[in-house]
């Protein structure tokens, strides 16, 4: 498959399960799924065509497996990310020692003020590397890598939870909790 396309569906796919599926008048249900033939046609009716085997690649070869399909492949949602309200039913484990955020210096003094906040997504995402961490902080510029003390946090009774792409999320991170100088 070309990667350019894969890449452009899955953008698209960001935007319309994650964020906004009112823009080609879609619905989701509240555990975040959409109906594969619906999502399809309704794609299709704003200009981006798909079929069901391409969707099926996007979902499979998808970098950072951000989609999932139900058992028989009838609905879609994606697996973390979300801005919009739904209810993934995570569940929830107990983190390495350490976590780690990647984001840049000029939010810096905000989140030494008021912790890691999940700003317009549904959670804080956490990676258990740096090298992902490195990767997310860049999207912005020079990235700056934030160490959690997520074993510390759980101890004091903060719930982790695991995306299906394993992305580790979380409410917020208190200031107390993030070692600024990695
Ligand atoms: C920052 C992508 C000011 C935070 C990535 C981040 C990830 C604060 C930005 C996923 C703050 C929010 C999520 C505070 C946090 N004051 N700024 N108190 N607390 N911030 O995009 O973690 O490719 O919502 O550091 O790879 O950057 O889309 O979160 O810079 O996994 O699948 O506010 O999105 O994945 O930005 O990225 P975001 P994120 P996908």
């Not at 070309?2 to 964020?19: D, G, P, Q, T």
């Not at 009112?22 to 959409?34: H, S």
């Not at 510390?152 to 991170?173: H, T």
Request: aromatic share 10%; hydrophobic share 35%; net charge negative.
């Amino acid at each position: 498959m070309n990667e350019k396309i894969a890449k452009s569906v899955s953008k698209f796919l960001s935007l319309v399960l994650r964020h906004s599926p009112e823009t080609i008048g879609l619905k989701l249900d509240k555990n975040g799924w959409a109906d594969v033939d619906e999502l399809i046609e309704k794609c299709h009716q704003f200009g981006k065509e798909f079929d069901f085997e391409l969707l099926e690649e996007v979902v499979e070869t998808n970098d950072k497996k951000r989609f999932t399909f139900n058992e028989d492949l009838t609905k879609i949602r994606a697996n973390q990310g979300h801005s919009i309200d739904v209810e993934l039913n995570l569940k929830e484990y107990e983190p390495n020692d350490f976590l780690y955020h990647g984001t840049v210096e000029k939010f810096i003094d905000l989140i030494k003020e008021k912790g890691l906040q999940k700003m317009s997504r549904q959670y804080v995402h956490l990676s258990k590397d740096k090298e992902t961490a490195v990767k997310v902080g860049s999207r912005r510029g020079k990235p700056i890598i934030l160490k959690v003390e997520a074993k510390k946090m759980f101890e004091n009774g903060f719930k982790f939870y695991l995306s299906e792409n394993n992305v580790w999320l979380i409410d917020e991170v208190p200031a107390e909790y993030i070692d600024f100088e990695v």
